[in-house]
């Protein structure tokens, strides 16, 4: 079982502060993280994938009770960010496929296209090879960061404002997909303007509290 | 090698290869430079039968300036296309070092098959001794991807990239550089040059390597 511990953590960017003294134990479920624009939702999301030191206070991953390294971590944790781009010049099944082998995953093509109709791709940028990135739009664009997210199936899905760009389906899509890795016992670290996506979370991390 | 360390590799290798191909951009730069820089020391030396040694050292300093253009982009790139999130969210540091950096490799090699020639017809160069001019092309392009790759990434985040990228270049270079020119003498004269010298060179670009991989776990995992 993974698990990430906040411990009394402090972040701030100079002089502005984020928050101070935050405790969390997050190992399982979805878990909603909120706050005002500038609160810090990244941020956190960021100190989670262990990419950020947090300016007080540790931020420690665990598998089974014991601490792990930041490589032996980073195999196990995916982003979803809004300034995170896939590939424009590779295929979304191209994208797919090149994440799964980050992560030592041959991925064939019948799993590569379950991902992608999954996340309501249409079928031209699933089966067209010559359909790059760089003619997707910023919708399409997104649902093909979570299909990334699909195949690698991490056992931490960090997902930042994820239905942004996306419509009603869509954000309905994303939820289902966070609520179906959760039941399959992954951590759901999804920070979130939304307040019905907030609702649907098992944990609630409000991040104007602190 | 494990299997999944393998399958990585070339994932990543085969993504440089695909994006590399299909966008070209940073190609175009270097090779625009290698031409440009070519064409302006012809004009410059109009036809005059330069030394040997002034020969080699030009060569060198072609290949290591039009290289160092595209080499230090090589991150940069990512980081202006918003890929590296994505790249630093999935990859592994040593895959994504060594893919970059065999990258690196072929397209300085391909880079060198092209100003190689031109070079001999502009600059009047005759190869009297081919065989360990390629051999020391091939030591001296591998340096320069070994050093490049890790550089590159750690003048990532800096204000001033390009400055500092050459500032670091030029040192952690000097060594493959001046064996370079000296063993590309002897190669241009006919004479064969101390097995020594590559067996130097091919040292250094081994430590050089080394100590890339070293380095590049920490900056990739723990900066």
Not at chain 1, 147 to 176: K, T
Not at chain 2, 25 to 48: E, I, K, Y
Not at chain 2, 182 to 207: I, K, N
């Amino acid at each position: 079982m993974i698990e990430i511990v906040f411990t009394d953590v402090s972040m701030a960017f100079g002089a502005h502060q984020l928050w101070q003294h935050l405790d969390a134990d997050i190992s399982g479920g979805v878990t909603a993280v909120t706050g005002a624009n500038g609160a810090g939702k990244s941020t956190f999301l960021r100190l989670a994938a262990r990419m950020l030191r947090p300016s007080a206070g540790e931020v420690v991953t665990k598998r089974d009770g014991q601490r792990l390294t930041a490589a032996e971590y980073s195999q196990l944790w995916g982003l979803d960010a809004p300034e995170c781009q896939c590939y424009p010049e590779l295929t979304a099944a191209e994208n797919v496929r090149f994440a799964g082998s980050m992560r030592g995953l041959v991925l064939g093509t019948g799993r590569i296209e379950e991902c992608l109709q999954r996340v309501g791709l249409p079928r031209a940028a699933i089966r067209d090879e010559r359909y790059y990135v760089r003619s997707f739009s910023t919708g399409m664009r997104q649902r093909l960061k979570l299909a990334l997210l699909l195949a690698v199936d991490p056992a931490v899905w960090l997902l930042d404002e994820p239905g942004a760009n996306l419509d009603a389906s869509g954000r309905a899509m994303v939820l289902d997909i966070a609520r179906t890795a959760a039941r399959q016992g992954r951590i759901v670290l999804l920070a979130t303007n939304e307040a019905k996506e907030a609702e649907a979370a098992d944990e609630l991390i409000n991040l104007d509290r602190f | 090698m494990n299997s999944s360390i393998w399958i990585a590799f070339k994932g990543m290798l085969r993504k440089e290869l695909c994006v590399g191909f299909r966008s070209r951009t940073r190609w175009v730069v270097m090779f625009m430079f290698a031409v440009t820089m070519l064409a302006c020391v012809s004009l410059a030396v109009g036809g005059m039968g330069l030394p040997v040694s002034v020969q080699a050292a030009l060569l060198w300093i072609l290949i290591f300036f039009a290289a160092l253009t595209g080499t230090g982009q090589t991150f940069t790139d990512e980081a202006q296309q918003g890929t590296f999130l994505l790249l630093r969210s999935y990859g592994q540091a040593q895959t994504v070092l060594f893919g970059k950096m065999v990258f690196m490799f072929l397209e300085l090699l391909l880079l060198t098959l092209v100003i190689v020639p031109l070079a001999c017809v502009f600059l009047n160069i005759d190869i009297a001794q081919p065989l360990p001019l390629v051999a020391v092309l091939l030591l001296g392009l591998a340096g320069i991807a070994g050093a490049g790759t890790l550089v590159a990434f750690l003048t990532l985040s800096a204000k001033v990239r390009n400055g500092l990228f050459f500032i670091l270049m030029l040192p952690l270079l000097l060594p493959v550089f001046l064996t370079a020119i000296a063993v590309t003498t002897a190669a241009l004269e006919g004479r064969f040059a101390a097995v020594s010298w590559l067996f130097g060179l091919a040292l250094y670009d081994a430590l050089l390597i080394a100590g890339s991989s070293v380095l590049f776990d920490y900056v990739w995992y723990e900066a």
